[in-house]
């Protein structure tokens, strides 16, 4: 037993892997190429993709919305735990990126699961709203432009419908998050994004220490 989460040395955290992850053979060739990127630090880690993919069984989601594709990772571990009638919408910027992805989607199958809608993704959601999908998604992630996270959050607690499950990601900022030194403007609006949702009596949240940290919101009714 223990009090507090475990911190994870290297050969703890490979254990991990090994036993705890188990990975679709085309989302370990994904994560093996974009590891070779410049932003490879982008790309989510395996566990994370393992227990959001674990939240979409758990949850039956089947309406699923991804603010931040990447290279389509986090994308793919959803759209493989959807089931075959579950559809994800994608919201990204970058053409080079998400054709990479769309390579993966291919492969493994799913493509035909994942809407990806190239636009900035406030006008993207948006149009969502505009479109009548208020209410209408059981899932919803977030891991864009950290500087329009409060924005994104509330376009997408309209889009959830009541017990409807948004992650959020990077809360932790690479442990800044908690560094009274850092004064920056950036840093600042992030912890005043963290405190927001502690506050925020729309949703039951719980923050956890997964990967870069994750805040998990429950859409009350």
Same mark, same amino acid.
């Given at each position: #037993? !223990? ?16 036993v705890g992850v188990r990975q679709h053979p085309v989302l370990e060739q994904l994560a ?7 932003? *490879? ?25 991804? @603010? $931040? @594709?990447?290279?389509?990772? !986090? ?34 199958? @799913? ?16 149009? /969502?709203?505009?479109? $009548? #999908? ?6 919803? /992630?977030?891991? *864009? ?18 017990? $409807?499950? #948004? ?6 900022? &690479? ?5 009274? *030194?850092?004064? %920056? ?7 005043? /994004?963290?405190? !927001? ?8 949240? %719980?923050?956890?220490? @997964?990967?870069? &940290? ?8």
């Amino acid at each position: #037993m !223990s009090r507090k989460t475990l911190s994870l040395t290297p050969r703890l955290y490979d254990y991990l892997l090994s036993v705890g992850v188990r990975q679709h053979p085309v989302l370990e060739q994904l994560a093996a190429d974009t590891a070779r990127m410049p932003e *490879a630090e982008m790309q989510i880690s395996p566990e994370q993709g393992a227990f959001m993919a674990l939240l979409v069984e758990l949850t039956g989601a089947k309406r699923c919305l991804e @603010v $931040g @594709v990447f290279t389509g990772y !986090s994308a793919l571990a959803v759209a493989l735990a959807m089931p075959e009638d579950g559809r994800l919408l994608a919201c990204d910027v970058n053409e080079k990126w998400t054709a990479i992805a769309r390579t993966y989607w291919t492969e493994a199958g @799913v493509e035909d699961k994942i809407h990806l809608r190239l636009a900035p993704a406030l006008e993207t959601l948006d149009n /969502f709203l505009a479109e $009548g #999908m208020a209410g209408s998604f059981d899932f919803a /992630f977030i891991d *864009a432009d950290k500087t329009e996270y409060a924005a994104y959050y509330e376009r997408a607690l309209e889009l959830l419908r009541p017990g $409807g499950l #948004m992650v959020v990601d990077n809360v932790l900022c &690479g442990g800044k998050a908690a560094d009274p *030194a850092n004064t %920056s403007a950036d840093m600042l609006s992030r912890r005043d /994004f963290n405190a !927001s949702l502690y506050q925020d009596e729309r949703i039951t949240l %719980s923050m956890i220490p @997964v990967a870069d &940290g994750l805040t998990l919101a429950i859409k009350r009714s």
